[in-house]
């Protein structure tokens, strides 16, 4: 807040604010997800009403509502933004609204939706992702004050065009307004029904506008695991039995052709059991490395009650973070090194961790 707020994020070795790459649109890294909207202040909400902090949990959100606006000539990706912002501020409206109040009284006394409403605007500006799609699975960015970006990249992927529905679904139910659900469990149904006959499986690269495969690769890491993770916390969430349906047979074909290793953790002969990269069309090995983002069967097997395999998946990575430090990007299971060793600080290794320790 001293050095970079109103910007989006601090730029920890100048000290300072950064936000959109206005001199670069194409710079993606940094304009999908800096959008001139305050974004780490807006990240923060929820993390100071779990610490505790209500003091500052109400100043934060005095902050928000007199500084951010989604009225920005500025194109986004909408993955990162509805995660990020629009989940962040759903989030610290429900904490507040809480009649349980489990962190605390958290709403000020002049508190009357005003997140609510901002949420409400920023979904709203996301929408035409969905409308211009004739397949019904959006595209990947928009400009928030003037819809869909022409010409647009058509290319996403199951991660980034089914991983809406939790932050959608609770946006149409607090509103009482069903479009938003809607889209978003239409793109996971198109999605689904769009997986590989053969094999069961999903790939990575999709083109939304033919709903043909352009990539082929199928695991658990970037480009798919937030899909998985999205369906089982959706019935978790809403109780809506076809989510699980859906995620269940996904889990039965994950373990089918990507499973690898002795069929039990700790008993056995054989190698240690790990989730590896496939072609989704044959579900032959495609390639020798795992990414940072496929601990997450650990977590959806913990919440699936599969324990014995979440202790499993959890041990091999908990066993590479050990032996560096941290835990790099991508990790080569065949040659036993790291194939990309920076390590962007992703979270999922710790809520991992923490949903295993629950």
């Not at 780490?40 to 951010?68: I, P, Y």
Request: aromatic share 10%; glycine share 8%; hydrophobic share 40%.
């Amino acid at each position: 807040m001293t050095y970079a707020f109103p910007m989006d994020e601090l730029n920890p070795l100048l000290c300072c604010g950064r936000g959109p790459d206005f001199e670069n649109p194409s710079n993606i890294n940094i304009n999908d997800i800096l959008g001139d909207y305050c974004l780490t202040l807006v990240d923060s909400l929820d993390t100071l009403a779990v610490l505790g902090n209500v003091s500052e949990f109400q100043n934060a959100v005095a902050k928000v509502v007199q500084n951010v606006s989604f009225d920005k000539d500025n194109v986004v990706q909408v993955f990162e933004v509805n995660i990020r912002v629009l989940g962040a501020l759903i989030s610290a409206h429900l904490l507040m609204i809480d009649p349980d109040k489990p962190f605390g009284d958290l709403r000020p006394s002049w508190y009357e939706g005003e997140l609510l409403q901002l949420a409400h605007d920023l979904a709203s500006r996301l929408l035409p992702a969905f409308e211009e799609s004739s397949t019904g699975i959006p595209y990947p960015r928009v400009n928030l004050r003037q819809g869909l970006p022409r010409p647009t990249v058509a290319e996403s992927c199951p991660a980034g065009a089914g991983s809406l529905v939790l932050e959608f679904g609770l946006l149409s139910r607090l509103l009482g307004d069903p479009v938003y659900e809607g889209y978003a469990r239409r793109a996971n149904k198109v999605l689904w029904n769009l997986r590989e006959k053969t094999t069961g499986l999903l790939g990575n690269v999709i083109d939304v506008e033919s709903g043909r495969w352009v990539g082929r690769l199928s695991g658990l890491g970037a480009g798919l695991d937030s899909f998985y993770e999205y369906l089982l916390k959706s019935y978790i969430m809403f109780g809506e039995s076809e989510d699980y349906e859906m995620f269940a047979e996904a889990y039965r074909k994950i373990k089918q052709y990507m499973r690898r290793g002795r069929a039990h953790c700790n008993k056995g002969s054989g190698d240690h059991p790990l989730y590896v990269n496939v072609d989704m069309m044959s579900g032959i090995i495609h390639n020798s490395w795992i990414d940072s983002l496929q601990i997450c069967p650990c977590w959806d097997s913990v919440l699936n009650g599969d324990i014995e395999e979440a202790i499993c998946t959890h041990a091999l990575y908990y066993s590479i973070w050990k032996h560096y430090g941290v835990l790099p990007e991508r990790w080569n299971w065949q040659r036993l090194s790291a194939d990309v060793p920076f390590y962007p600080l992703r979270p999922e290794l710790v809520e991992s961790t923490y949903l295993l320790y629950q």
